[in-house]
């Protein structure tokens, strides 16, 4: 009998439109000779599943069910692809952990923790991970002007500190522009990151492992991508409307490509990972790659990083889903 699947998605932030197009993305992917897919929708005010003749049918919070034609009916999997609250950091994971429903991605504590820009990067670094100079901002706390620029230089990244996709990001060049960019950041999250600007080079590489520690455990580390565009950052314009040229593998050494995977395998540990990966780095002109962020729910549409490192790797997409969800049984 066909496992049902859950393809999770929507979420409260303003990133619900990545992560319906993942979602759509993840739908493609996955083998449907062997599971029965289902695009279930979680956000404020609607728990819905969207049924093949397109219409939704309420969720029973009580065991993530739902009736279709008169009968009720069970996942046996979800596969998160919610970018930012619940989904991502920690919430949903909880909740499907309470219930018993095997899930897709990293579990709360991992989630919680690298959904938090400021604590993973701290976390991480107490184990030798290069990463940035921060400060971190609670709603209500300020900073002047002088004091960041004192501790951080310029340019400054100020971003929300729970959240992605760029959205309420802002490279401040100038001081005076501080405090705008902090009040910008706010509206998308509870907290605020300042990081220094690091000169380099960005990439991007994805990662898995299935089974457990030992000679059972299947360790894939994809080839590396190489992000460049002419906007004065990886923002939304160049990650969805194409102001970007992503280069897979990346134009780099055979050296600095080992290293980076190797940094992102040993990230996977340290974190105790699960699912798919994907680590952001920059590298410094003296080859010293840099954190950026982790993201443990990463976009999954056609074009997105993951699946373009998939097909790089000479691997099919439809193989790696089925790793991950086979994975929880």
Known sequence: MKRNIAIVAGGDSSEIVIS??????????IDKEKYNLYIAIVKKGEWAVQLPNGEHTPIDKNDFSFRENGKVKHFDFAYITIHGTPGEDGRLQGYFDMIGLPYSSCGMLVSAITFNKFVCSKFLHNFGVNIAKSIRLFRGQSITNEDA?????????????????????????????????????????????????????????GCYKVGNFGQ??????????????????FDFNAKYNGQVQEITPARISP???????????????????????????????????????????????????????????????????????????
């Open 255 to 329: 050296e600095l490509t080992e290293k980076i995977q190797s940094e992102t395998s040993r990230i996977y540990d340290l974190l105790g990972a699960k699912g798919l990966i994907r680590v952001d780095y920059i590298i410094q002109a003296d080859g010293e790659p840099y954190l950026l962020e982790i993201n443990t729910t990463p976009g999954m549409t056609a074009t997105s990083f993951i699946p373009q490192q998939v097909r790089a790797a000479g691997l099919d997409i439809k193989d790696v889903m089925t790793d991950i969800i086979e994975n929880e049984f």
């Open 149 to 205: 620029v004192a501790q951080l230089g310029l340019p400054i990244f100020v971003k929300p500190n729970d959240g992605g996709s760029s959205f309420g990001v802002t490279k401040v060049k100038e001081a005076s522009a501080l405090q705008p960019a902090i009040e910008r950041a706010f509206i998308e999250g509870k907290e605020v990151l300042l990081e220094s600007f690091i000169p380099g080079t960005e990439v991007t590489c």
């Open 20 to 29: 319906l197009k993942s979602a759509e993305g993840i739908y493609s992917f």
């Open 216 to 233: 059972q455990r299947k360790e894939v580390v994809f080839p590396i991508t190489e992000v460049v565009t002419k906007n004065e950052f």
